[in-house]
Every structure is written in structure tokens, then in C-alpha cells.
């Protein structure tokens, strides 16, 4: 027994500030185990409070990163006293040079702090539909400095958090889940408008991406200097995907209006030449 005892106190780095020995990395070894385990059971606990839909996910996924960080950064300082390192002493030492590092790395912690911003605020969430810069994506992941994004290109944006804070965001999920866009449609001068309307709106309830809880709907929007310009209104509850819903929208309005010789101008101009008298 006192052989074993006499292991564990066997002096592997001996200073001032530190004391290693094989107890102090058992020691820390179980302080970093015990900081992973709480933080595995408290995520397994979190997504089974999502899957029976007493918190929503962006709720949890908040919530877990703030249990992770905080559990780590004592688990962290627990170990660092266990070795004998005072932490007191170490913070009030390196004062100075934290001073001069903080000056470097100002915008890591701008990012760091904007990143705490969201997720106590949740203005933005994982799994919303954001815009930020007229770049459309939807929210994987917010972390303590970035977010990761995913676009409709299918390429993930890593994104400093600082963005979101102090850009012009639009978050398309923070609304009702049903979002209202258009398409621009021009037709030829002296067509029939009212037949224009009437296959426009037949082409909008033809798509099964747009809802019919609320009604599409026709603008006719100006006299345009080589087309009478209209606006289809439609409401989708896929807004991430809703440049395809308005691509296959333009492929059934051309075909309807070849079907009803209804045509769609091309830029023009009318030359009138005069000849001069004598």
C-alpha cells in the first residue's frame, strides 16, 4: 500500500508553480472525463427533450453549447489548481501580455462575444434560413466564434458571428413558415390582359410548391417601353428552395403562353425616317 502511495507522490515536475505527480494526472484525467461525460449525457438528454418536442431545436442546440463551454472552462481550471498552478497568480501575471494579445486578436473576441449574443438572443438558430449580404443559406451550426452555413449551392460558409451582428440579416424562418415572392413576367403590347391574369394564376396553381391556403395573385405593375409588365405573387413554405420553384414557374408560363399565343416581347425600338422637302 505504501508502495502505491509512494508512486502516485513521485515528483514528475517540480517547481515553484507546478507539481506534477502520477496522482495529479489521474487527477485531471478523471476532471476531463467527468466534464465529457456530463456534457454527453446532458446532449442525450436535450435531444430526447427535442424528439418528444418539449424544446425545439434551436432552443437545445443553444443550450448544449453554453453547458459545453462553461463545463470545459471549469473542468479546464480544476485541472490546472489540481497541478498546483494558482489560478489567481496566472491571471493576475500575465495581465500585460493578455492586454497586448487582446489588442491582436480584438476581432476573435468580438466574434466570441457576438457569438454568445446569438445564442442567448436566438434571433438566429439552427436550421433557420438566413440572408446576409444577399447570401442565401441555411444555418448547420453556431458556434462560439462562427457559424457554419450551408447555401443552395450546397458549399458550407464559415461565417464570423461578428456578421450577424453587426450586418443586415434576414431570417425567412423567423416569419410565418408560409413566405411570399414573385416572378417578373413581360407580354407584347396588345395582348389581353385579363387573359394574361387568367394563365398566370392557372400556371402558379399548377405548381404543388405553392400553397393554396393563400390565394396567388396577379399585378399588373406598368407600361413598360416594350412590354406591359406584370408580377405573380405565390406563397411556399420552401423558401430555401424557392429559386427552384420560380425557375420551373417561368418554364410552365412560357409554355402556356405559346399555347394561348400570347407572346413575350423582346427589347424594340421604332426608327421613323423623314426625308427632307427640295
Not at 105 to 116: A, H, P, R, T, V
Not at 126 to 138: A, F, I, Q, S
Request: aromatic share 12%; net charge neutral; charged share 20%.
Amino acid at each position: 500500500m505504501e508502495t502505491l502511495q509512494d508512486f502516485f507522490n513521485i515528483r514528475l515536475v517540480n517547481s515553484e508553480n507546478i507539481r506534477i505527480t502520477p496522482y495529479s494526472i489521474l487527477v485531471v484525467i478523471i476532471i476531463f472525463f467527468a466534464a465529457w461525460l456530463i456534457v454527453y449525457l446532458f446532449r442525450k438528454l436535450m435531444n430526447r427533450q427535442v424528439k418528444s418536442q418539449r424544446v425545439d431545436m434551436g432552443t437545445s442546440h443553444a443550450v448544449i453549447n453554453l453547458v459545453k463551454y462553461l463545463v470545459w472552462v471549469l473542468a479546464i481550471g480544476l485541472a490546472l489548481e489540481s497541478i498546483g498552478v494558482k489560478l489567481t497568480l496566472l491571471l493576475a501575471g500575465s495581465a500585460a501580455l493578455l492586454v497586448g494579445v487582446g489588442l491582436g486578436l480584438q476581432q476573435i473576441f468580438k466574434d466570441i462575444i457576438s457569438g454568445f449574443f446569438l445564442l442567448f438572443d436566438r434571433s438566429i438558430e439552427v436550421g433557420n434560413v438566413v440572408e446576409l449580404n444577399n447570401l442565401v443559406g441555411r444555418v448547420q451550426s453556431i458556434g462560439l466564434r462562427t457559424t457554419r452555413m450551408l447555401t443552395r449551392d450546397n458549399i458550407t460558409m464559415i461565417i464570423p458571428n461578428s456578421e450577424f451582428i453587426e450586418g443586415f440579416v434576414i431570417n425567412w424562418s423567423s416569419m410565418d413558415e408560409l413566405t411570399r415572392f414573385h416572378v417578373n413576367v413581360g407580354v407584347a403590347y396588345g395582348s389581353d390582359v385579363r387573359k394574361v391574369e387568367r394563365v398566370l394564376l392557372e400556371c402558379a396553381r399548377g405548381n404543388p410548391d405553392i400553397t393554396d391556403r393563400i390565394a396567388p395573385f396577379v399585378r399588373f405593375n406598368n407600361f413598360g417601353d416594350s412590354s406591359l409588365d406584370f408580377q405573380l405573387y405565390f406563397w411556399t413554405r420552401r423558401s430555401f428552395e424557392v429559386e427552384n420553384i420560380k425557375s420551373d414557374l417561368r418554364f410552365a408560363i412560357n409554355e402556356a403562353f405559346r399555347e394561348n399565343d400570347i407572346r413575350i416581347p423582346f427589347p424594340q425600338h421604332d426608327v421613323h425616317l423623314f426625308r427632307p422637302e427640295g
